[in-house]
């Protein structure tokens, strides 16, 4: 059979409720993956991956053709760049993340080059990362429910962002594979082995602390209670964290250990949530997140029964922390009962455990790109949490039984609550990639290119783009904006990425409000310095009820009015590009 457990004959006496028979060949749990053409069951493995693979394939090129965010996907082409050139995150410019994946994107540039491709493809990897960590991990229910929970994760992991290389998926799939290694350290049997694994565990958390080093409380979570139930892991796990996070320790002696706290844990935690925050829950009435707002104006095809946006997310809100909630809850009261503790037990309280540490990203932004980050581990793993549940209640139930009941359960929440932001949005991609939805816009420069959603922003930006081009000189310092300099609530950071040869001529590369727009930034005197100054209106309709909507000193615009020239304006002014006056 595909699942683990066999069905109890129908003359045998119930099967206790505490009897749980662990796959063995699963790698999470001390076996070799089932993955070898010689072992048992290794083509199912086999076609269990070769599925969920082509799930990821179906919208591959249509995510490849998407838009992407300005600033969000611009800053993780653009910060590795500065990087190799010797910039130092928190020194030279605004990095509210840790240094590893900017360490990791130099280094994949270096291999593959400096394009949008390349990004794209280290995007798909740290997403497959999460996919298969989830599938190795869910691997102990047997092949067909780890691929049926690594299925499920394709629609939550692909959709958020696209491909966008961002931190937070890196960092979740380290997290979620050194989980994999910290359970597997625990069930085999060799001692060398096992030393191997916990050391693997400790070294893959620590790089993901060195991604983002807010996922500290779901690392501290899982690690805290393997240390203390597990005291002979102490040791490779600690050496191992320790050295996972020398990509951390290199940032603070090049930063210096005061702008290093600065820029990771004051900016991002304390400074900056005011700006960036939404209500929790989300509104019931309206969207409160302005790019939701925006993506919901033309909203993709989908015609079948479905919750309308704001309520979607409002009740995905609450069912999540319901859920994440219910889940530990579940996970503890069954390891309790069960005698002696299986490895699925040990598995479903570390995905719980890991669930729980990360539930704080979607409670300070519950948009829907938060809330998938966030649900992509628990929602997907209630396929194996329904066919624990099913045991429970019907021990004799047979094994494909309470698979096909997790496996409903899991996809009546994926449908009800989050299909407009992950079915849909599968849907668009795939529909894009075949041809029948127009793909993005490209912006382009010397073989560099950026997509953007909006034809009229197209328009203007690569109009300024081709006279920044024409007039600009090696050398010269750019700085880019919003229209407004006392609203720094977003900027388009790819324009950038696309002028290579020009110094950037502020620190706020990265905009935030709170932060370049606060009283006392640099902001005016790094617009002193430019030579060249590209102001967009792309996101003059940001509203959010947050501190985005607070004024900041006018000093930036006053550098404009006073030291520059309009060089162009471009789409009755959606775009104006300024160098200082001679």
């Known amino acids: 059979m595909d699942v683990t457990e066999q069905a109890a004959p129908a003359t045998a006496p119930a099967t206790p409720a505490t009897t749980v028979h662990d796959d063995p060949t699963a790698f999470v749990l001390g076996g070799r993956g089932g993955l070898r053409h010689r072992s048992a069951g290794a083509a199912g493995t086999w076609a269990g991956i070769a599925v969920v693979l082509v799930l990821v394939v179906i919208p591959l090129r249509g995510l490849y053709l998407f838009t992407g965010g300005t600033m969000e996907e611009g800053f993780m082409l653009y910060f590795p760049e500065l990087l190799r050139h010797g910039s130092v995150p928190n020194v030279d410019f605004l990095h509210l993340y840790g240094p590893g994946s900017l360490q990791a994107l130099m280094g994949w540039y270096g291999v593959f080059g400096h394009s949008l491709a390349a990004e794209r493809t280290f995007g798909l990897l740290q997403h497959l990362g999460i996919i298969f960590g989830l599938f190795a991990l869910a691997r102990a229910w047997g092949r067909l429910a780890g691929t049926a929970v690594a299925a499920f994760t394709v629609f939550y992991v692909l959709t958020p962002i696209a491909l966008t290389a961002m931190a937070w998926n890196g960092a979740l799939a380290l997290t979620l594979w050194s989980a994999v290694f910290a359970v597997r350290g625990l069930q085999v049997a060799e001692p060398a082995s096992r030393r191997r694994c916990l050391l693997v565990a400790g070294l893959l958390a620590g790089l993901a602390l060195s991604f983002r080093p807010d996922l500290i409380v779901a690392v501290a979570l899982v690690f805290a209670w393997l240390l203390w139930r597990h005291p002979p892991t102490r040791r490779p796990v600690l050496i191992g964290t320790a050295i996972g996070l020398i990509p951390m320790l290199v940032q603070v002696v090049m930063a210096g250990p005061a702008t290093a706290f600065q820029g990771m844990v004051l900016d991002p935690v304390f400074h900056l949530r005011a700006g960036r925050e939404l209500p929790r829950p989300p509104s019931w009435s309206h969207l409160d997140g302005a790019l939701q707002a925006v ?259 006018d000093t930036p615009n006053q550098v404009i009015r006073d030291h520059f020239c309009e060089a162009g304006s471009y789409q009755d002014g959606l775009v104006a590009l300024y160098h200082r006056c001679r």
Not at 317 to 324: A, I
Not at 329 to 351: D, K
Not at 448 to 457: K, S
Request: charged letters at 15%; glycine letters at 6%.
């Open 295 to 553: 993506a919901e104006e033309i909203p993709p095809w989908w015609r079948l029964p479905h919750l309308e946006a704001d309520k979607a997310l409002f009740l995905w809100f609450c069912m999540m922390v319901l859920g994440t909630v219910g889940l530990l809850a579940f996970a503890i009261w069954q390891r309790r009962r069960q005698v002696p503790v299986s490895g699925r037990s040990t598995v479903l309280l570390v995905v719980a455990l890991l669930s729980v540490g990360i539930l704080p990203q979607a409670l300070q932004r519950p948009d829907s790109a938060h809330l998938s980050w966030v649900t992509c581990v628990s929602w997907p793993f209630a396929v194996v949490a329904g066919m624990e549940v099913v045991r429970r209640w019907r021990p004799r139930i047979d094994a494909r039984a309470a698979l096909a009941v997790g496996t409903a359960a899991a996809f009546a929440l994926t449908f009800t609550f989050t299909a407009l932001f992950t079915f849909r949005y599968y849907l668009l991609h795939t529909r894009v990639g075949l041809g029948q939805v127009p793909s993005a816009f490209p912006v382009e420069r010397d073989g560099r290119r950026f997509y953007l959603g909006d034809h009229r922003a197209y328009l203007g930006v690569q109009a300024a783009v081709k006279d920044l081009n024409a007039m600009s000189r090696p050398g010269e310092r750019l700085l880019v904006g919003p229209l407004d300099l006392r609203r720094t609530w977003y900027s388009d950071v790819f324009i950038y990425w696309l002028f290579p040869e020009l110094e950037p001529a502020t620190y706020y590369i990265e905009m935030d409000p709170g932060l370049a727009n606060a009283p006392g930034s640099s902001l005016a005197s790094d617009v002193a310095s430019a030579d060249w100054v590209v102001l967009t209106g792309l996101w003059s309709g940001w509203l959010e009820p947050n501190a985005s909507q607070d004024y900041g000193p």
